[in-house]
């Protein structure tokens, strides 16, 4: 019984630590990682509170003022988010980040809560400090994006299919699954995929015992599902009205490549997807402790999936992740946070391993865990902390904000990214000044026949769409390109000018 206790005890202060650890310097601007995906997330949020709270809009300021909406996911998060910030006045971007630190803690508890009933407390704890001290973790975690909260959705549907399995109540559960399903589906829609196998293998097996018919079956899953293909059409529709980059997410070829399997001349897709899965899971710094850690994690894969009753419940989730994985193909070789759903399942294989290891291979593991989760933190406070960059974003956007009206509309160069449209608070649209490196990155993703390379072709057509103003945060990268400069200069008036540090132009 002491030793229960003590392991619960133990188990609590990881949470503890964990909980700190992400909470740290929430506040600061967002350019430390994943960019992009975290301004988006919070231009909606932030033009929500503007917007009245209008969710069947969503709205962002980085594709001019005639293409403003992002039907993507349902954004639930971004509701949370932008009534707690107009409940509070606190800034929107630090509780983003702390409410994605504060479901990523509650889904690594229902994991918990989940583990603990099939497993004895030592090796629940070791799952749970896997689970908590992976990069992947704890940077997903700490970001403004609703990976964290999608996840939470659908590991609570893990543990309500767990007791529909072992207390046999489907009955009572099915609305509450309904719900669930949902939930998860339409804060990220990536979440049909990974859910409807679980959901199959429990209801044909239910159906088979002849505890439920097949008419049930057929209407519980069109009832968890149809949500999220409505606002999938609706989010096609309102896209077909106000087409913006972001559209070609609504296409299949933005997520499956088939080619990538076969040809590796122009993008090595093994190469990068063991990287992703090593940057996520493992380290990615010490190529010694990733060996060691990574043959753990085979070795309790292998023993978690030879168990005949764990494999009833976590093959289909293995079978789904599978799918996923093979769907998504082009993202889980490029974006990271894309391995989150693994997350659990790794935590569960090191639980399984674990449960019954004598005390010398058991503390052996234990201690390869506790060092690759110091490396991670470590590797993590890189990204935590505020440097020069965004100090320097931030002193731009704030000039930005003094000389360009607000509705003048704003093209910006800020190291290729979307921070500074996004902190000087106007609309407009972003102008990427390694135009070339720009178009030969994105050939994977998009058809970039259309995109100009040309600087000065590129800035007249964005003149022609509107654009006022240009802000260049970057003028080491205008430097490099002096014809470029010379036409800005022999043609606009420069209304603010600090060779060290910005250059706004205006254009019209």
Request: proline share 4%; aromatic share 18%; hydrophobic share 45%.
């Amino acid at each position: 019984m002491k030793k229960q206790l003590a392991w619960s005890v133990a188990i609590v202060g990881i949470f503890i630590i964990g909980f700190a650890v992400r909470l740290q310097n929430l506040n600061q601007p967002i350019v430390e990682i994943m960019e992009s995906r975290q301004t988006q997330t919070a231009e909606i949020s932030r033009n929500l509170i503007i917007d009245s709270f209008n969710i069947f809009l969503p709205r962002v300021d980085r594709y001019g003022p005639d293409n403003v909406y992002v039907v993507l996911e349902f954004p639930l998060f971004n509701l949370i988010t932008a009534l707690s910030s107009k409940l509070t006045g606190f800034p929107i971007e630090p509780i983003g980040k702390f409410y994605s630190a504060v479901f990523g803690i509650f889904g690594a508890g229902i994991w918990w809560l989940l583990l603990k009933r099939h497993y004895p407390a030592r090796a629940v704890f070791v799952g749970v400090i896997f689970y908590l001290f992976t990069f992947i973790g704890i940077i997903t975690a700490r970001s403004f994006q609703p990976d964290t909260f999608a996840l939470f959705w659908y590991l609570w549907v893990l543990l309500e299919l767990d007791s529909c399995y072992s207390k046999k109540d489907f009955e009572l559960s099915s609305w509450r699954l309904v719900l669930l399903v949902s939930l998860a589906c339409l804060t990220k829609s990536h979440m049909a995929i990974l859910l409807v196998v679980p959901l199959i293998a429990l209801l044909w097996r239910l159906h088979s015992s002849k505890k439920i018919k097949l008419t049930k079956v057929i209407s519980f899953l069109l009832i968890c599902f149809i949500p999220v293909l409505l606002w999938t059409v609706y989010g096609g529709w309102v896209h077909s009205k106000f087409p913006n980059e972001i559209t070609s997410n609504y296409q299949i070829g933005n997520w499956f490549r088939p080619e990538l399997f076969f040809s590796t001349e122009n993008f090595n897709y093994y190469s990068s997807i063991w990287m992703q899965f090593r940057y996520s899971f493992l380290t990615g710094r010490s190529d010694g402790l990733d060996w060691i850690v990574g043959i753990i994690l085979l070795i309790s894969f292998v023993k978690l999936f030879k168990d005949t009753e764990k494999r009833y419940f976590f093959g289909p989730i293995l079978f789904s992740l599978a799918i996923y994985y093979f769907f998504f193909n082009v993202h889980t070789a490029t974006h990271f946070y894309y391995h989150l759903p693994l997350l659990p399942l790794l935590a569960a294989g090191i639980a399984h391993l674990t449960a019954k290891l004598p005390r010398v291979p058991f503390f052996g593991i234990f201690a390869a865990l506790i060092t690759i989760s110091l490396v991670n933190v470590s590797t993590a406070q890189i990204y935590m902390q505020t440097n020069d960059s965004q100090n320097r974003l931030i002193e731009c956007a704030d000039i930005v904000k003094k000389v360009v009206p607000q509705n003048g509309l704003l093209l910006t160069s800020y190291n290729e990214q979307t921070g500074l449209l996004y902190y000087s608070q106007r609309i407009g649209w972003l102008f990427y000044m390694e135009r070339e490196l720009y178009k030969k990155h994105y050939e994977l993703f998009f058809d970039t026949t259309s995109f100009e390379t040309d600087h000065i072709k590129a800035m007249k057509d964005f003149m022609e769409e509107g654009a006022e103003y240009y802000a260049n945060c970057e003028p080491h990268t205008l430097q490099k390109y002096s014809n470029f400069k010379q036409y800005l200069t022999e043609n606009f008036e420069a209304v603010y000018s600090d060779p060290e540090n910005l250059f706004i132009f205006k254009l019209k």
